[in-house]
């Protein structure tokens, strides 16, 4: 199974009880069964529809030469969202906390290599692939079950076994849209943080993606060539908050107005980078604010055919402060993706 499953001491140990209240701890589902496929049936039985699952790894963004940290945001944001408020907004009781995948011993494998050596670089690249293989079929039962996942930490090397777990359960290719100032589309080198996306659609697991705030200056001109090539439409940062061309609203409407178009079932992906000042295994200074962010997560969910929630790259011990600090600002951002999300489920387009 490769998952380390949540229990009550999991919930006992983030949730903090009060008087006259409740947590959203204390009402998520937990895992029942011995198997995956009966853990998730047993969920579907109970009401749950979505599922949160974590991949506490930070190997892909190593794997591309970048820093490490994103293993710590899925416990950051246990630690924010078990203790949000349980009420008429949103109570909790259709959301399965899984748990995460175990990856622990990949970690221990990575922990010394140095991505300035080549051959420690291959070894990084082989250890994301290995996590390619763990995370795929989790991914596959989650959608087969019928439920959708919110996955939370890890590299944006994961929106490649999420793409394709997805994939396979659906027998057909998924859209993306993907709220990154990187588009994730360099050379099939090896996997790494930074080819996720251009490796789905080798693999047929993707054939309509569209990046929101890519950032002009830190995409190379190899990877934006190849997708003018392939058809693959971005809308820059730079157009939307700097230059000001065109408004997020607009862009929002025209997406969504082509998804319905071609009525694709879809990913929403987001790297923690797009957010200004946020602590990230490349934090932009200059970056989208987190109020349009949970906007865009919130009017992305209402489109009918969405499928998963990918959150990524927040990392903690990044934040100038330290990682109390870091911990509290990636969890608490997370928390709030999370819950646009969940809105925006729950007021579908019609």
């Not at 989790?138 to 793409?163: C, M, Q, W």
């Not at 990918?310 to 819950?339: K, M, N």
């Amino acid at each position: 199974m490769n998952l380390n499953l949540a229990t009550a001491a999991t919930l006992a140990d983030y949730t903090t009880a009060r008087p006259g209240e409740q947590r959203l701890g204390e009402h998520l589902l937990l895992p029942q069964g011995d198997s995956l496929a009966g853990i998730l049936s047993q969920a579907r039985t109970d009401g749950a529809r979505y599922v949160l699952l974590g991949v506490p790894e930070d190997i892909g963004p190593r794997a591309n030469c970048g820093r490490g940290g994103s293993d710590a945001g899925w416990d950051a944001f246990l630690a924010q969202f078990l203790n949000l408020q349980s009420n008429d907004y949103i109570e909790g009781s259709d959301i399965l906390l899984l748990g995460a995948l175990m990856v622990a011993d990949l970690q221990d494998s990575a922990q010394d290599l140095d991505p300035q050596h080549p051959a420690e670089l291959e070894q990084l690249r082989a250890l994301t692939a290995e996590l390619d293989s763990r995370l795929t079929p989790v991914i596959r039962a989650i959608v087969s079950a019928g439920l959708e996942p919110i996955v939370i930490g890890g590299g944006h090397n994961n929106a490649f076994p999420l793409l394709c777990g997805a994939s396979l359960a659906l027998d057909k290719p998924l859209a993306a849209v993907n709220l990154d100032p990187h588009a994730d589309f360099r050379a099939a080198e090896g996997r790494h943080s930074g080819n996720g996306f251009a490796y789905a659609w080798r693999h047929g697991a993707l054939n309509w993606y569209r990046v929101i705030g890519l950032h002009e200056q830190k995409n190379n001109a190899a990877a934006l060539s190849q997708m003018r090539q392939l058809g693959i439409h971005h809308i820059s940062f730079q157009q939307i908050w700097t230059r000001r061309h065109i408004a997020l609203s607009q862009v929002l409407d025209e997406t969504l107005a082509e998804l319905e178009i071609q009525s694709r079932p879809l990913g929403i992906e987001l790297d923690m980078d797009a957010i200004e000042s946020m602590p990230s295994s490349a934090e932009c200074r200059v970056g989208v604010p987190m109020n349009d962010a949970c906007h865009v997560i919130y009017r992305l969910a209402q489109y009918r055919d969405s499928r998963y929630l990918h959150l990524c790259e927040g990392a903690p011990r990044c934040h100038p402060s330290g990682e109390i600090a870091g911990r509290r600002s990636v969890g608490q951002a997370l928390s709030e993706l999370v819950l646009s999300y969940l809105a925006g489920r729950a007021n579908p387009l019609p």
